[in-house]
């Protein structure tokens, strides 16, 4: 079956780096998406992959290697604004999107 | 980033009821909408993928008789929770994307449905 992991709950300090990791078996694949969902809102776009490497955007990085069906979204600065859950997707052949359940990062002062 | 609007943004309704969620594309045809829902504090749960033109297609343990989703052209889909109860209540996401291509889903604002 198709299949994404990632860690429940992470926290981590203000200011600090943190690393949230994502696997994934999929039926095929065309990418990888990180998105970002603040408590009562709808999740935002972060980061797309869907060749190995990393890929920086400011404060946030997104890493991704198809051998070993793994990714990681990678902060920096950490901010308290970035107190959120961080979601990876993965699509699938058919170019379904397969979600994890999500990250919450709690960010302390 | 291409713009999915979703209305209303809350709605309370009486048990008994049917509610009507609309979710629109504005600036892109989407061929393919989601309709998730997510409980507090739980990540988004898929409820069913449409595509234009055809049926709904509902992931398991989700009535299709209860959520209603019609998606009749590429700019807007509707979910319709028919005889809404109190379990029912709970924050309704939409997103579009463009099938078959290697593009991100866009979100609408969310639905928050009290049932009462």
């Known amino acids: 079956g198709q299949n994404i992991d990632q860690p429940t709950e992470m926290t981590a300090t203000e200011g600090a780096i943190v690393q949230i990791n994502c696997t994934y078996q999929t039926s095929g694949f065309n990418g990888l998406f990180w998105y970002q969902q603040h408590a009562g809102e709808a999740p935002t776009f972060l980061s797309y992959n869907v060749l190995d490497g990393l890929e920086e955007k400011g404060r946030f990085s997104s890493f991704l290697s198809r051998s070993k069906g793994y990714s990681y979204l990678l902060l920096k600065e950490l901010q308290m604004k970035d107190s959120a859950s961080y979601l990876c997707?993965?699509?699938?052949?058919?170019?379904?999107?397969?979600w994890g359940a999500g990250t919450k990062l709690i960010i302390k002062p | 980033g291409a713009v999915v609007s979703q209305h209303p943004s809350w709605v309370i309704c009486k048990s008994g009821t049917s509610v009507k969620i609309e979710c629109r594309s504005l600036?892109?045809?989407?061929?393919?909408m989601f309709w998730y829902r997510q409980f507090p504090k739980q990540s988004l749960m898929l409820m069913a993928t449409?595509?234009?033109?055809?049926?709904?297609?509902?992931e398991q343990g989700v009535e299709k008789d209860k959520f209603l989703i019609n998606h009749a052209s590429l700019t807007l889909s509707t979910l319709t929770v028919t005889s809404a109860h109190p379990e029912d209540s709970s924050f309704y996401i939409c997103?579009?994307?463009?099938?078959?291509?290697?593009?991100?889903?866009?979100f609408g604002q969310g639905t928050r449905l009290t049932v009462v």
């Open positions: 997103s579009a994307r463009v099938r078959d291509m290697n593009t991100e889903a866009f």
């Open positions: 449409s595509n234009e033109g055809s049926k709904a297609t509902y």
């Open positions: 600036d892109f045809q989407a061929t393919t």
């Open positions: 997707a993965a699509l699938d052949s058919n170019y379904q999107l397969i």
